[in-house]
């Protein structure tokens, strides 16, 4: 979501991801009662804000098990292509994000997930009180330079995919590895605040995590027969009793 300061106004994404049986994107995305697509103007569990209507995007992997990701600026029930899109493609694995930008993050392509590089997808919901107030520059050390050229934007959410494809392992623990080096790096200016709800997937598994510093974490949920797949995402789909929260400050790992 991106970067904070003590003034501005904190404000939240919504995610969601799936994994499972090839499944059409306005099934994933529009088509459940309380669809991501839905909290993008209607989100129930936000911390400030309920309107997400600073762009979104949707990643998959193609036929060749490489990344695609669609993005748009506009908020999601703007966005004109979103029926062709939505009737149209069908795959097995989904990432998608709905932005309520933080002040002073710009809202272009450059700052909207999902994010992709060496084969992964990401997203993240959530900020990092004054990241470039030092933090930023603590954590671009940790980051391999080869890695760092391929940042674009000026968002503590895509630093912090940079810092977890620097680390070595499987998906999941690059993101456990990640999420270490940035607690390490929040412990060293106490007070600062940081909501660090992430989702990385390489299309066999998905690993989410629900954690914050000095805040309350964002809410985080998974499904595991949803739709012939399994799902993790910021609010629940339906009413459903298959829905369950991710205890804070914990991972949760799924796959097809």
Same mark, same amino acid.
């Given at each position: 979501?991106?970067?904070? $300061?003590?003034?501005?106004?904190? =404000?939240?994404?919504?995610?969601?991801?799936?994994?499972?049986?090839? $499944?059409?994107?306005?099934?994933? !995305?529009?088509?459940?009662?309380?669809?991501?697509?839905?909290?993008?103007?209607?989100?129930?569990? /936000?911390?400030?804000?309920?309107?997400?209507?600073?762009?979104?995007?949707?990643?998959? #992997?193609?036929? %060749?098990?490489?990344?695609?990701?669609?993005?748009? &600026?506009?908020?999601?029930?703007?966005?004109?292509? !979103?029926?062709?899109?939505?009737?149209? *493609?069908?795959?097995?694995?989904?990432?998608?994000?709905?932005?309520?930008?933080?002040?002073?993050?710009?809202?272009?392509?450059?700052?909207?997930?999902? =994010?992709?590089?060496?084969? *992964?997808? =990401?997203?993240?919901?959530?900020?990092?009180?004054?990241?470039?107030?030092?933090?930023?520059?603590?954590?671009?050390?940790? &980051? +391999?330079?080869? &890695?760092?050229?391929? &940042?674009?934007?000026?968002? +503590?959410?895509?630093?912090?995919? %940079?810092?977890?494809?620097?680390?070595?392992?499987?998906?999941?623990?690059?993101?456990?590895?990640?999420?270490?080096?940035?607690?390490?790096?929040?412990?060293?200016?106490?007070?600062?605040? %940081? *909501?660090?709800?992430?989702?990385?997937?390489?299309?066999?598994?998905? /690993?989410?995590?629900?954690?914050?510093?000095?805040?309350?974490?964002?809410?985080? #949920?998974?499904?595991?027969?949803? @739709?012939?797949? @399994?799902?993790?995402?910021?609010?629940? =789909? +339906?009413?459903?009793?298959?829905?369950?929260?991710?205890?804070?400050?914990?991972?949760?790992?799924?796959?097809?």
């Amino acid at each position: 979501m991106g970067g904070c $300061c003590i003034a501005w106004t904190v =404000f939240m994404c919504r995610i969601a991801a799936f994994i499972g049986a090839p $499944c059409r994107l306005d099934t994933f !995305l529009s088509a459940p009662p309380h669809s991501l697509a839905r909290q993008a103007w209607d989100a129930r569990e /936000t911390i400030s804000s309920t309107v997400n209507a600073d762009g979104w995007g949707v990643a998959w #992997y193609d036929d %060749a098990h490489v990344p695609a990701v669609y993005r748009h &600026i506009l908020p999601i029930w703007a966005d004109g292509n !979103l029926d062709a899109l939505s009737r149209s *493609l069908t795959r097995p694995v989904w990432l998608a994000n709905v932005r309520s930008a933080t002040s002073g993050l710009g809202t272009d392509h450059a700052n909207t997930q999902p =994010f992709t590089g060496d084969g *992964l997808i =990401f997203v993240h919901n959530g900020y990092i009180e004054r990241f470039s107030e030092g933090i930023r520059a603590r954590m671009r050390a940790e &980051i +391999d330079p080869a &890695i760092e050229e391929d &940042i674009n934007g000026n968002t +503590d959410s895509e630093y912090l995919f %940079a810092l977890l494809r620097s680390q070595p392992g499987t998906p999941a623990e690059k993101l456990a590895r990640a999420h270490e080096r940035t607690l390490a790096l929040l412990g060293e200016t106490p007070s600062r605040k %940081a *909501l660090l709800n992430m989702i990385v997937t390489d299309g066999q598994a998905m /690993t989410g995590l629900r954690s914050s510093v000095n805040a309350p974490a964002p809410s985080l #949920y998974v499904h595991h027969d949803w @739709q012939g797949g @399994q799902v993790v995402a910021s609010e629940a =789909f +339906d009413d459903s009793p298959g829905w369950s929260a991710v205890s804070a400050e914990s991972f949760v790992t799924v796959s097809a």
